[in-house]
């Protein structure tokens, strides 16, 4: 019996029992989580890369998406975005930052923290660079808040951020307006 940790899957807390799948080119003996082929395949969690911090969030593009805020950019577990969200980009977000992990959360909380949220979407790429500060909550059940101030709430996962939504690349806003998948990536570096 082994703790699954499958980076493809969300983690489950209980033990699992592993199935021998094969043998890999190394030579070693590769095991998969009984019933892991039922498991969906989107990982919701924090992944350790070195010192840095991952965690992957899976939104959905819609026709409303404008990105036009010079100041914001958000995206939301809301199933619905009216023209006024001018800020943001996604929405139903199947991950809010009540839901993160506290080790992802305490490296954010660092005043010397980078953080980096990669945008995708249809085959393209926004990289926006920003700042952790000790007062970021992640309590927020709703949405992920990019700022370009140094203002936060418990919607902010970001502070002094390099871009907005108004600074986006204009062919992935326009991909999220025809409701593209969107992948938000945060990455911190405490």
Known sequence: MWLWRSDGYRRPTGVVPLRRSGVTATGAVSATPVGAENCPAKY??????????????SAQGH?????EHQSTLEVT?????TPAGDCILGIEADTVPADLDREFVAACQSADATITATLDADGH?????????????????????LRTSD???DRTVMIEADDAAGEI???LVAALADGADLTLTLTVDP
């Open 63 to 67: 026709e409303n998406v404008t990105a």
């Open 169 to 171: 690349d204009r062919d």
């Open 151 to 153: 203002y936060v709430d």
């Open 44 to 57: 919701h969690g924090p992944k350790r890369v070195g010192m840095k911090h991952e965690v992957v969030i």
């Open 125 to 145: 790429r926004a990289v926006i660079e920003g700042s952790g500060h000790p007062d970021l909550s992640f309590e927020n059940e709703r949405g992920h808040v």
């Open 77 to 81: 577990s809301d199933d619905f975005l």
